[in-house]
T-cell receptor, first 109, second 118 residues
């Protein structure tokens, strides 16, 4: 079983819609969870992090964590073409992060 | 946010040569840095954890004699790919957590180095 599972996509949504990205993880000892965005040919940049169960909102982004079910999701409201990128889910138990393969998101006008 | 730089951003070399990549934390001290490799359409694969003042910790399957890591100061870690071969061509990225070994700290990534071995 892979440590972090993400649907590779691509996930295609129209501009203005809500994009929903999901991630499951296998390590119940995971303490912190992160969503990174990676544009083609660039390194990842942090979008959000979440430690506690529930929702965390930051602008158009909402991260949702459910430790009992071992999943974390990212919602992007009012999706824009500039949101088109690969979104990497990551978790860490100690200080070493583990990354999923990423979900490719395409926002079309 | 914290800034991590990498140099060079792109390098092309002949097979058999060695290539050094530098990773610097510009506005914070990093006792730990991580080195990743990413092949096209793949995820980030952790290669090693670089520890200031001590030996690096390599992930399983990563040859420590081929990928030499030196973390000589609190702001600089270097990765040297020795005797590079075409299969070493990849995107190499470093990262640093902003506060040592705290698991709650996010990683700040360098811009990456694209290595092409001919």
């Amino acid at each position: 079983q892979k440590e972090v599972e993400q649907n590779s996509g691509p996930l295609s949504v129209p501009e203005g819609a809500i994009a929903s990205l999901n991630c499951t993880y296998s390590d119940r000892g995971s303490q912190s969870f992160f969503w990174y965005r990676q544009y083609s040919g660039k390194s990842p940049e942090l979008i959000m992090f979440i430690y506690s169960n529930g929702d965390k909102e930051d602008g158009r982004f909402t991260a949702q964590l459910n430790k009992a079910s071992q999943y974390v999701s990212l919602l992007i409201r009012d999706s824009q073409p500039s949101d088109s990128a690969t979104y990497l889910c990551a978790f860490s138990r100690s200080y070493i992060p583990t990354f999923g393969r990423g979900t490719s998101l395409i926002v079309h006008p | 946010g914290a800034v991590v730089s990498q140099h060079p951003s792109r390098v092309i070399c002949k097979s058999g040569t060695s290539v050094k990549i530098e990773c610097r934390s510009l506005d914070f001290q990093a006792t730990t840095m991580f080195w990743y490799r990413q092949f096209p359409k793949q995820s980030l694969m952790l290669m090693a954890t670089s520890n200031e003042g001590s030996k690096a910790t390599y992930e399983q399957g990563v040859e420590k004699d081929k990928f030499l890591i030196n973390h000589a100061s609190l702001t600089l870690s270097t990765l040297t790919v020795t005797s590079a071969h075409p299969e070493d061509s990849s995107f190499y990225i470093c990262s640093a957590p902003t506060a040592g070994g705290n698991p709650y700290n996010e990683q700040f990534f360098g811009p990456g180095t694209r290595l092409t071995v001919l």
